[in-house]
T-cell receptor, first 114, second 111 residues
Framework: DTAVSQTPKYLVTQMGNDKSIKCEQNLGHDTMYWYKQDSKKFLKIMFSYNNKELIINETVPNRFSPKSPDKAHLNLHINSLELGDSAVYFC?????????????FGPGTRLTVT | LAKTTQPISMDSYEGQEVNITCSHNNIATNDYITWYQQFPSQGPRFIIQGYKTKVTNEVASLFIPADRKSSTLSLPRVSLSDTAVYYCLVGDEGGSYIPTFGRGTSLIVHP
């Protein structure tokens, strides 16, 4: 009964490839997020969607494109992968947007670009 | 983005109380302060959230002074399983409610 799930858990690929990471939440939340955690464990928000609408887009290269087919899913597609894209990507969801930051995170997808 | 400052690391022993302070001098008026715990190879887990004064739940307490420029996460009687990274989270300084994590505090609990 996983609340926020991500697939795949590990992703190893070569530079220049295109890959996708999928996220699903069964909490009935309206808002979903993508975060990137680098090797120094710094967590930085990338995108946020509320009811399938993009509300946060934080200086992320346009090689990254989020897609929200419905409010329970938020996928991340990455084109032309680069070495610097290697990181752990976390999906999260929350009941509300705004000043309350109570979020539920998925287990993460470790992306390694070689 | 809001700048938050936390100690990089802390050490404690089983059974002790641990207090981790985060400074957020430019927190927006309507922003909440949220703390997360992260174990290796897992996603962050929500611990506690508050706006002012003191909040307590079954896991921790959160103390927020009147000026809200800092907050202190208090973990009572820690155990080895509390060894983790603890992050404080506030919104960006512009008041756009963009969640901004601190650098995290690595807590190691010793037997």
């Amino acid at each position: 009964d996983t609340a926020v799930s991500q697939t795949p858990k590990y992703l190893v690929t070569q530079m220049g490839n295109d890959k996708s990471i999928k996220c699903e939440q069964n909490l009935g939340h309206d808002t979903m997020y993508w975060y990137k955690q680098d090797s120094k464990k710094f967590l930085k928000i990338m995108f946020s969607y509320n009811n399938k609408e993009l509300i946060i887009n934080e200086t992320v290269p346009n090689r990254f494109s989020p897609k929200s087919p419905d409010k329970a899913h938020l996928n991340l597609h990455i084109n032309s992968l680069e070495l610097g894209d290697s990181a752990v990507y976390f999906c999260a969801s929350s009941q509300v947007q705004g000043s309350s930051y109570e979020q539920y995170f998925g287990p993460g997808t470790r992306l390694t670009v070689t | 983005l809001a700048k938050t400052t936390q100690p990089i690391s802390m050490d404690s022993y089983e059974g002790q109380e641990v207090n981790i302070t985060c400074s957020h001098n430019n927190i927006a008026t309507n922003d909440y302060i949220t703390w997360y715990q992260q174990f290796p190879s897992q996603g962050p887990r929500f611990i506690i959230q508050g706006y002012k004064t003191k909040v307590t739940n079954e896991v921790a307490s959160l103390f927020i002074p009147a000026d809200r420029k800092s907050s202190t996460l208090s973990l009572p009687r820690v155990s080895l399983s509390d060894t983790a990274v603890y992050y404080c989270l506030v919104g960006d300084e512009g008041g756009s409610y963009i969640p901004t994590f601190g650098r995290g505090t690595s807590l190691i609990v010793h037997p």
